[in-house]
């Protein structure tokens, strides 16, 4: 498993980015995240509300991805139960 955060944030970071939001950010934070979608199987959907996670969700799908709102639900994890 990955989260795409682990990409982007230093990258964020080097490009000078101060906040969330801010030019640098956005120029980089959610291209990598949907750049990395296209190397996945699967997403697994956590948390609360999230406008950025909704955005994934729906890139996810475009590209016919399995969605999961649970690790019970993925097949691999219920095998162990």
Same mark, same amino acid.
């Given at each position: 498993p990955v989260v795409g955060e682990w990409f982007a944030l230093p990258l964020v970071k080097l490009a000078g980015s101060q906040h969330v939001? $801010?030019?640098?950010?956005?120029? #980089?934070?959610?291209? #990598?995240?949907?750049? %990395? %979608?296209?190397?996945? $199987?699967?997403? %697994?959907?956590?948390?609360?509300?999230?406008q950025g996670a909704d955005l994934m969700i729906r890139v996810a799908q475009e590209l016919g991805l399995q969605i999961f709102h649970s690790a019970d639900e993925i097949p691999a994890i219920r095998a162990l139960a």
């Open positions: 939001g $801010d030019e640098p950010f956005n120029e #980089i934070f959610h291209p #990598i995240a949907e750049r %990395l %979608l296209e190397h996945c $199987d699967a997403v %697994l959907r956590v948390g609360g509300p999230s």
